[in-house]
């Protein structure tokens, strides 16, 4: 009696552990995955191929393999909250620096503050330069 109440106590517990899941079918699935999947990287001018039969075809550009594409991509400058911690304590450290007047800042307040003025103005030039070229490409 002992022994069968420990066999079902074992199995009890072997059907509780953690394992693997099995597929989830969709109604109009045969309940079977595909046989082939292809991943073709595509030349200039290629087409992709059709799928034939039960077989998935994933196709890429070659100068390209790994972006996301552009119809889905956004333009310009990041956000802070969404870059990453070290440009933002930069951005931090950066606006603490401008508000305490020290140098290089371009602040009119403190004694160092007139000195990052012309750095300023040359990150500003250089950014809207940026934004020139950027403008300049997007025209086909």
């Known amino acids: 009696m002992r022994i069968l109440s420990l066999t ?8 509780t552990l953690p ?3 099995g597929a989830q079918v969709e109604d109009g699935a045969a309940g079977r995955a595909p046989q082939r999947v292809r991943s ?14 039960d077989e998935i075809v994933v196709c890429r550009p070659a100068e390209e393999p790994y972006r996301i594409p552009k119809q889905f991509r956004r ?3 990041i956000a802070v909250p969404n870059q990453s911690w070290v440009n933002r304590a930069a951005d931090i450290d950066q606006t603490s620096r401008v508000a305490g007047g020290l140098p290089n800042t371009c602040s009119p ?25 950027r403008a300049d490409e997007s025209v086909p």
């Open 19 to 21: 394992g693997p899941a």
């Open 75 to 77: 333009d310009g400058p």
């Open 40 to 53: 073709i990287m595509l030349e200039a001018g290629q087409a992709c191929p059709k799928a034939e039969g």
């Open 109 to 133: 307040i403190g004694t160092g503050g007139q000195t990052g003025c012309s750095m300023m103005w040359l990150q500003q030039w250089a950014a809207e330069r940026r934004a020139q070229k």
């Open 8 to 15: 079902l106590l074992s199995g009890v517990l072997l059907a």
